[in-house]
């Protein structure tokens, strides 16, 4: 299976991307509006959470993906409030924008959440979607794999140990296209 390399992070994720039978693989020469055109619009769904003590919480979330800047940038804007089956009239539990762009032979991602913090992650397209990880240093990595069609985003994340250990899961969200 081919994949493409870019780099970047999103509440859920974000990209998107090549869905088999859907559109031909982007490559990195496209600009990030073309890769992600598939997924602009508003998206909403439920997904969980889990903590380091294995404690699951659920939310609702939502994502709005825009292309912007004549298709140079998109643009990633990510809310979640729990519990889930809330809405928007939960508690507040995320709140994040990301911005991609091109960067060499890859795209870039950046994210800020509402504590002010910045990532940086890599991102790998894939024929169903796209796989993204943040490496924490020696707390191990955060990894994400999205599946994605017209109509359907799925998303899963688990932790893994930076000694190679076993990986446990840790996040899934399932979002249905809004508009």
């Known amino acids: 299976m081919k994949t493409w390399c870019l780099r970047g992070i999103s509440l859920s994720a974000l990209a998107a991307l090549s869905v088999t039978g859907l559109a031909a693989p982007a490559v990195a020469q496209d600009p ?18 889990m ?26 804007r990510g809310e979640g409030f729990a519990p889930a089956g809330s809405g928007r009239a939960g508690r507040p539990i995320h709140d994040a924008v990301g911005l991609l762009t091109r960067a060499g032979v890859g795209y870039e ?5 509402q504590h002010g913090q910045q990532n940086d992650a890599e991102f790998i397209m894939t ?24 109509s ?13 250990g076993q990986c446990w899961p840790t996040f899934y969200m399932r979002l249905e ?3």
């Open 51 to 76: 903590t380091p003590s294995r404690e699951r919480h659920t939310f609702d979330i939502f994502e709005e993906v825009e292309v912007a800047a004549g298709g140079h940038a998109v643009v990633l």
């Open 127 to 150: 024929e169903a979607g796209f796989d993204w990880s943040i490496d924490l240093g020696p707390g191990g990595r955060i990894q994400y794999s999205a599946q994605v069609t017209d």
């Open 32 to 49: 990030p509006g073309t890769v992600l055109a598939r997924m602009e619009g508003v998206w909403q769904g439920e997904g969980w959470i």
């Open 152 to 164: 359907i985003w799925e998303e899963t994340g688990e932790w893994c140990p930076a000694d190679g």
């Open 109 to 113: 991602m950046r994210a800020l959440t």
């Open 177 to 179: 296209r809004a508009r």
